[in-house]
């Protein structure tokens, strides 16, 4: 890992990954340098924001300098105490998979040689940590998917993918907040709202939480429409 | 109190509420946006005693005709667009009173490529996520989240209680620090965090060559036409966060630079970030332009960014806060 500056009000740890895809080793390491950096609470540091094999840190230049910054980070390397999974909220998200609400699941299970229902078991088998949340407000980059269901993103993306839909790329899963175009295979759909301008915070997932998905039935889908807002408190 | 407005009678080129942004958003997926030229929107809001990231107008390349209810205490800035005042010319960087039923109009842009108006306590739109800012590919935030068209009528407070006591209002920016827009000048770039993704001849042309802003440029980026900036290897990093200011290559090697309303996660090499302190600079330049680089160290812009943070100081202070302000002065 390696400290860059990123402008003059922004810090970038970087570390070098060779795979295309996200390491799950290093979203791990990339996590645990968010909270020592967070718990460190240094005065004039702003915001964090962890990505795949990256975290930027904004501060305010006129309090902090980025020698200054770098040289308290560089010091912070050490033991971190064990992350407080209490703390971690986990999100159970309801999916309808397949027929209308999934509709690139049977080409999905031909690729991948596996019956629809493994498909559905795999991916709903597993719990999943964010990554990352970011290219649409409030999109989830969750990872790893089951080895058995990586594939490529589509070679031409849909034009229009449905809000709601739960897709898979790559070791990744993620769900579309507003419909949008999209490479990403569509296995699935929730009901939940996932982003909603007038709650804060707007969105629910954030880097470090986990999520699993759960298979529900078409006409369970009015139970969830409200999305787990106001049982999460 | 009296219902309070200004009424938009010609709309003007991408007239927009912006104000600070939504920094810190960005993890949630949600863009920064706000004012393109944060300067011109600081000074604009400090004359007229707002806090300095509110509300303001930025309208681009043409001005809006807007019509004032009730008194008012406006400043007008950013890029020169010879703003009048029922006709009469109307100085810019300085608080102006103005009478109830008086139409505020702007000639043709003759420097720079956005202005900005402010009002003294600032267009009462609800923020959405903590800002004002309009959003307009989002379609929130500012007013119903789009740009202001003919018609529209934005609450503001009745300035009537800040020009009480305090005639004249001619509180203005020492003519030493008007940007001048007009003039070219480099832009200083800090190398950015993937340097060492771009051969030699990359950093020689980025230095050398002038890059022209092309037309397909707006809020959210300015895509820049020049000598291609050739990678080692790949174009590709995994998705990391992205700022304005933050110059980007993609594998055809033309540059695109990040402004206001960029998206928060990008996939291509960062080869440097524009200075903070020459983003306004940045912001009043327009398609067709030519920009020329130059490098400058994180040091050296941070020192520029303590320079600026110490100007603002002396401004704010030198202003002070509603609701009272003090006569005829001149800052800084």
């Known amino acids: ?233 | 109190m009296p219902h309070a407005f200004i009424e938009i009678e010609k709309a003007g080129l991408f007239t927009t509420i912006q104000d600070g942004g939504r920094a810190g958003k960005q993890m949630y997926g949600v863009p920064v946006s706000g004012a393109m030229d944060r300067f011109a929107m600081r000074v604009a809001n400090l004359l007229v005693g707002n806090r300095p990231d509110g509300p303001v107008l930025e309208f681009t390349l043409i001005g809006p005709a807007v019509r004032f209810s009730c008194p008012q205490v406006i400043a007008v800035a950013g890029g020169d667009f010879q703003p009048r005042l029922d006709g009469e010319p109307m100085p810019a960087w300085q608080a102006v009173p103005v009478r109830a039923g008086a139409l505020l109009t702007f000639g043709p842009c003759v420097a720079g490529a956005r202005g900005y108006l402010a009002v003294a306590g600032g267009f009462q739109v609800p923020p959405v996520m903590g800002s004002a800012a309009t959003y307009v590919r989002g379609g929130y935030g500012g007013w119903q989240g789009r740009a202001l068209q003919a018609g529209d009528r934005i609450p503001v407070l009745d300035g009537t209680v800040f020009l009480r006591g305090t005639s004249p209002i001619r509180r203005r920016l020492a003519p030493p620090w008007i940007p001048d827009y007009a003039k070219p000048r480099p832009v200083r770039v800090i190398p950015g965090p993937h340097a060492d993704m771009f051969r030699q001849e990359a950093w020689k042309r980025l230095w050398t060559a002038p890059y022209r802003i092309l037309p397909a440029s707006d809020r959210m980026g300015y895509r820049l036409q020049g000598p291609a900036l050739p990678h080692r290897q790949s174009a590709d990093v995994l998705s990391t966060y992205i700022f304005p200011g933050a110059i980007q290559v993609p594998a055809d090697g033309q540059p695109i630079v990040l402004m206001a309303d960029c998206q928060v996660t990008g996939g291509y090499a960062v080869i440097g970030v524009v200075a903070g302190a020459d983003l306004p600079y940045l912001a009043q330049r327009k398609p067709g332009d030519e920009l020329r680089f130059r490098p400058v160290s994180v040091a050296e812009a941070q020192r520029l960014r303590r320079r600026e943070a110490a100007f603002f100081a002396r401004l704010r202070a030198g202003c002070g806060q509603h609701p009272k302000m003090r006569s005829s002065s001149e800052h800084c």
């Open chain 1, 1 to 233: 890992m390696e400290l860059f500056p990123y402008g003059d009000d922004v810090l970038l740890l970087r570390w070098k990954s060779s795979a295309p895809a996200p390491d799950p080793a290093i979203v791990e390491e990339v996590d645990a340098w968010a909270r020592r950096i967070r718990m460190a609470g240094i005065p004039g540091v702003l915001h964090l924001f962890p990505a795949f094999d990256s975290l930027a840190v904004t501060y305010d230049p006129v309090r902090l300098s980025f020698a200054d910054l770098a040289e308290r980070i560089r010091r912070l390397d050490g033991p971190l105490p064990p992350e407080d999974a209490a703390a971690v909220p986990c999100f159970e998200v309801p999916v309808v998979y397949g027929g209308k609400y999934g509709p690139d699941l049977p080409a999905v299970a031909r690729t991948l040689g596996l019956p629809e229902d493994e498909v559905i078991a795999l991916h709903a088998g597993k719990e999943y940590k964010v990554w990352m949340v970011g290219f649409l407000a409030g999109f989830p980059y969750a990872g790893a998917l089951d080895g058995r269901l990586v594939l490529p993103r589509k070679t031409s993306p849909s034009l229009s993918v449905r809000a709601g839909s739960v897709a898979i790329a790559g070791n990744l899963t993620g769900i579309y907040p507003l419909a949008s175009p999209g490479g990403w295979h569509v296995i699935g759909w929730t009901p939940w709202p996932i982003f909603h301008l007038r709650r804060d915070p707007p969105a629910l997932f954030q880097a470090g939480c986990r999520l699993r998905f759960r298979a529900i039935a078409e006409d369970e889908i009015d139970r969830y429409q409200g999305g787990p807002w106001d049982k999460q408190g």
